[in-house]
């Protein structure tokens, strides 16, 4: 009997199969989610035509209402993809790429939905406030989704990494 057959199993009991079945499964729902949000933020961005006030903005509002535009579409479009890709997968045991492509994908919607959010705060705090707030706006939540986004992920990596070290090493 070796070590592995009497050390007490980690994780899930799943085969290969059903741990990227599952993967699949919650990236679906975590896309979801961020369908909701970007929804929510084009919807706003796509009604400011039509509002009287818009006849007002500035060249430098035009220019940036329109990369908002631009971001929410082709964050919109990232989204989409992983269920693009799945259709063109379906059925040929590519599972595996399918999940991994997915989990890509998902990260360059996230950064996606970030600029958008901080180009739309900047917009609207722009438009409402001055030209200085809406750069300090954006940037604020520029920098404040990075952090969350990217800086939280690494770090919570980093520390359960270094726990499970800890953890496999044993008492001294």
């Known amino acids: ?95 595996e790429t399918l999940v991994s492509s997915a989990d890509r994908i998902t990260k360059i919607a996230l950064c996606g939905i970030g600029f958008l959010s901080a180009g739309t705060a900047g917009l609207v705090f722009d438009v409402a406030a001055g030209r200085q707030a809406g750069l300090t706006a954006g940037g604020a939540l520029l920098a404040f989704m990075a952090a969350m986004l990217i800086y939280v992920p690494i770090h919570l990596n980093r520390r359960a990494a270094t726990a499970t070290t800890a953890h496999r090493a044993g008492p001294l």
């Open 1 to 95: 009997m070796s070590i592995e057959d009497t050390a007490p199993r980690r994780g899930r009991n799943e085969s290969r199969d059903e741990q990227l079945d599952r993967n699949w499964g919650e990236l679906l729902q975590e896309l979801r989610m961020l369908q909701t949000g970007v929804q929510i933020l084009a919807g706003f961005l796509l009604t400011l035509p039509f509002q009287q006030r818009f006849t007002t903005l500035d060249s430098y509002q035009v220019t940036l209402y329109l990369i908002n535009v631009l971001l929410a579409a082709m964050t919109t479009a990232f989204i989409l993809l992983p269920v693009s890709v799945h259709r063109r997968l379906f059925r040929k045991r590519l599972k």
